[in-house]
């Protein structure tokens, strides 16, 4: 029985999920359907990039991954059909496999093999829809694969994907001693208006504690501090927080509120260098690397 799951930025106002879960169902009637989410900003893929890069890996290995946020739908755009591996909660390697636009969705995984679907082959329907190759022409293929149709024989070739270049965290070389300092951006805004960094805890080791951190705002002349906190308990209501977020990014949050909305930041930029910036401290002396 396979697992196919669905991420997309159609919302659940209309029927387009309805219509892709038909479509699934139809050619792989076994398959368990799971919804991650249908509230990806609209046409924001690197928001989706990161979801999708936090949420895959918590599935069983062999799942199907099929995404679809897509605004060069209908375009010379390619469809990707692909395999990634990542290491599970056990830290073995477990083997997904993904379906999507080839236009930088998966940036963020290990891809290790990828193809270009064949559309042809794959047009299955009479009339294929120029604005919704995810009913189309990649749900049909998700379902292909969940059957254990090869990615060979779906592919007309192997390809490099797409790949966007999303910020990279900046070291400051002026930080005061015993701490480490660092330049960030807000990638964007999760359904709570918590705002999600490009600072992952896997660049840092562990035991490394937030001390200080300020956000850059435009109603404001200079940075705001946000109080770090290790839980949103520990915070006061409609206090602007700074933790490390189940997702292993530094979040800034403000308590039963919309950090968002309160510092009116614009996330959906879509030239990086428009995205919100952020400082952050770091005590180095909790870092337990060369502890006995």
Same mark, same amino acid.
């Given at each position: 029985? *396979?697992?196919?799951?669905?991420?997309? =930025?159609?919302?659940?106002?209309?029927?387009? @999920? *309805?219509?892709? &879960? %038909?479509?699934?169902?139809?050619?792989?009637?076994?398959?368990?359907?799971? =919804?991650?989410?249908? =509230?990806?900003?609209?046409?924001?893929?690197?928001?989706?990039? +990161?979801?999708?890069?936090?949420?895959?890996?918590?599935?069983?290995?062999?799942?199907?991954?099929?995404?679809? +946020?897509?605004?060069?739908?209908?375009?010379?755009? &390619?469809?990707?059909?692909?395999?990634?591996?990542?290491?599970?909660?056990?830290?073995?390697?477990?083997?997904?496999?993904?379906?999507?636009?080839?236009?930088?969705?998966?940036?963020?995984?290990?891809?290790?093999?990828?193809?270009?679907?064949?559309?042809? *082959?794959?047009?299955?329907?009479?009339?294929?829809?120029?604005?919704?190759?995810?009913?189309?022409?990649?749900?049909?293929? *998700?379902? %292909?694969?969940?059957?254990?149709?090869?990615?060979?024989?779906?592919?007309?070739?192997?390809?490099?994907?797409?790949?966007?270049?999303?910020? &990279?965290?900046?070291?400051?070389?002026?930080?005061?001693?015993?701490?480490?300092?660092?330049?960030?951006? @807000?990638?964007?805004?999760?359904?709570?208006?918590?705002?999600?960094?490009?600072?992952?805890?896997?660049?840092?080791?562990?035991?490394?504690?937030?001390?200080?951190?300020?956000?850059?705002?435009?109603?404001?002349?200079?940075?705001?501090?946000?109080?770090?906190?290790?839980?949103?308990?520990?915070?006061?209501?409609?206090?602007?927080?700074?933790?490390?977020?189940?997702?292993?990014?530094?979040?800034?949050?403000?308590?039963?509120?919309?950090?968002?909305?309160?510092?009116?930041?614009?996330?959906?930029?879509?030239?990086?260098?428009?995205? !919100?910036?952020?400082?952050?401290?770091?005590?180095?002396?909790?870092?337990?690397?060369?502890? !006995?």
């Amino acid at each position: 029985m *396979a697992i196919i799951t669905l991420t997309t =930025d159609f919302g659940s106002t209309a029927g387009y @999920v *309805a219509q892709m &879960k %038909a479509v699934l169902l139809r050619r792989s009637p076994d398959s368990v359907l799971v =919804d991650i989410t249908h =509230d990806v900003p609209p046409q924001n893929t690197t928001a989706a990039a +990161i979801w999708l890069a936090d949420t895959l890996p918590w599935f069983p290995s062999g799942s199907v991954h099929l995404a679809v +946020i897509d605004p060069g739908v209908g375009t010379s755009r &390619k469809i990707l059909v692909g395999r990634f591996e990542c290491p599970n909660q056990s830290g073995i390697n477990d083997q997904h496999f993904i379906v999507g636009p080839d236009n930088g969705l998966f940036s963020l995984l290990n891809i290790v093999d990828a193809w270009h679907l064949d559309e042809t *082959a794959m047009r299955t329907v009479r009339n294929v829809s120029n604005t919704f190759h995810g009913r189309d022409l990649m749900a049909p293929a *998700a379902a %292909a694969i969940a059957g254990g149709i090869p990615l060979s024989e779906l592919g007309e070739r192997r390809i490099d994907p797409v790949r966007f270049p999303l910020p &990279k965290p900046e070291h400051r070389s002026d930080a005061p001693a015993g701490s480490t300092e660092i330049r960030g951006k @807000v990638l964007y805004a999760d359904s709570f208006g918590n705002l999600i960094t490009n600072i992952h805890s896997a660049d840092y080791p562990s035991g490394h504690t937030i001390t200080e951190a300020w956000i850059d705002c435009p109603k404001e002349s200079t940075p705001i501090l946000a109080r770090p906190v290790a839980t949103y308990g520990d915070a006061t209501p409609g206090e602007l927080v700074v933790l490390w977020g189940s997702g292993g990014r530094v979040e800034f949050a403000v308590c039963n509120g919309n950090a968002a909305e309160r510092l009116a930041l614009d996330v959906y930029g879509a030239d990086s260098r428009s995205l !919100p910036s952020l400082t952050l401290r770091l005590d180095d002396s909790t870092d337990r690397r060369d502890a !006995p």
